[in-house]
């Protein structure tokens, strides 16, 4: 378990506990000290489907990496971005299954960012949806933003 703030491997378990459909681990970093969060069953055997059908295991870095670039310079605490992407991690245990769409990754993703930064929010669905089209760009806009 690599941490996600140094990439160090070592990290110790600082707490254990069962949800639902999987085992979610508080780990603490041997180098940084920093605190994070994994969830076996969901690193372990979640595959990624992606919009043309290839599969991929589901990766953290990969998703949190996603995020950073849609809240570059938006002033959300990395705090934040860590425990957004806990959430989505505990939603997708949740669901119990052994494959899942990208794009349903990508909605988890956005109905938390909706919340925390309208712009990282817009970035995200432009980037993760592939929003080509103009007009779906401004019905996601039109959904955060209150009518003029
Ligand atoms: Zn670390």
Redesign the pocket.
């Known amino acids: 378990m690599k ?1 996600p ?4 491997a070592n990290s110790r378990v600082v707490d254990t506990r069962s949800t639902g459909d999987g085992i979610r681990r508080r780990r603490e ?1 041997e ?2 000290h ?1 605190r994070f969060t994994t969830y076996e069953h969901v690193a372990a055997s979640l595959l990624i489907v992606k919009s043309d059908g290839r599969r991929e295991p589901y990766d953290r870095q990969k998703l949190m990496h996603g995020i950073l670039i849609a809240c570059a310079k938006r002033p959300i605490p990395q705090v934040s971005i860590e425990a957004m992407v806990d959430s989505v991690e505990e939603e997708l245990a949740a669901l119990g299954r052994t494959e899942v769409k990208s794009n349903y990754v990508g909605s988890l993703v956005l109905e938390h960012l909706r919340q925390l930064d309208p712009m990282a929010y817009i970035r995200f669905a432009m980037v993760y949806l592939q929003m080509s089209d103009l007009e779906v760009v401004q019905q996601h806009i039109g959904r955060i933003l209150p009518p003029a």
């Not at 703030?5 to 160090?8: E, F, N, V």
């Open positions: 941490c703030h140094c990439g160090d970093c180098t940084c920093k």
